[in-house]
């Protein structure tokens, strides 16, 4: 019964961080596709090469 719950909020878990993960991700291709604009380039700070 407890190993149930237990892998029942694992995969909670999971699910979780790889929907942050896809957030993440679009957040910085939104951020991307600013900078690739010459005008909104100035008006942010230079991301991270790994971005």
Known sequence: MTKNLYLGDAAIAQTASSILVV???RYFNKMRSLYSTPMQ???FPKLPKEY
């Open 23 to 25: 957030k993440k991700n």
């Open 41 to 43: 380039r100035e008006k």
